[in-house]
């Protein structure tokens, strides 16, 4: 379960890194809401995005990814206004966050928790998101 999940953060790792070193900007030192719908931003715990539709839509499309990366779904509460969905990657803990942005996209963050080291994955987290957009997608 965890080498599956860890298969997947350490490439976005790397992808993270040459981002930066591209030029590309972190949340934090760019204006809120100048990106695009879809676009993957970095936060200072995490990855976030706007995508279409409600947030139940989206909580569907965050429990496939879950099953994909083999996340053990720990809580789920979810209504049309947003909610938490929650799990559990083998010691590290997974929070998305969804929030409606009218009615037809929500607002989706990313954060997963290291118990050592590095307390919040910011490359995990962009995995785990990149997974919820592409199923969102589908």
Do not use: K, N
């Amino acid at each position: 379960m965890t080498r599956r999940f860890a298969a997947i953060a350490r490439p976005l790792a790397l992808v993270a890194v040459a981002a930066l070193a591209a030029g590309c900007a972190l949340v934090g030192s760019s204006s809120p809401g100048g990106e695009s719908p879809g676009d993957v931003v970095l936060t200072t715990r995490g990855a976030r995005t706007t995508l279409r539709g409600g947030p139940e839509s989206v909580a569907g499309s965050v429990e496939e990814a879950f099953r994909v990366l083999d996340i053990d779904l720990t809580r789920r509460s979810v209504d049309a206004q947003g909610g938490m969905v929650e799990g559990q990657a083998g010691v590290e803990g997974v929070f998305v966050e969804l929030s409606a942005v009218g009615t037809r996209r929500t607002d989706v963050s990313v954060r997963v928790r290291s118990p050592t080291g590095e307390r919040w994955d910011r490359a995990a987290a962009r995995g785990v998101l990149e997974e919820i957009r592409r199923w969102q997608g589908s």
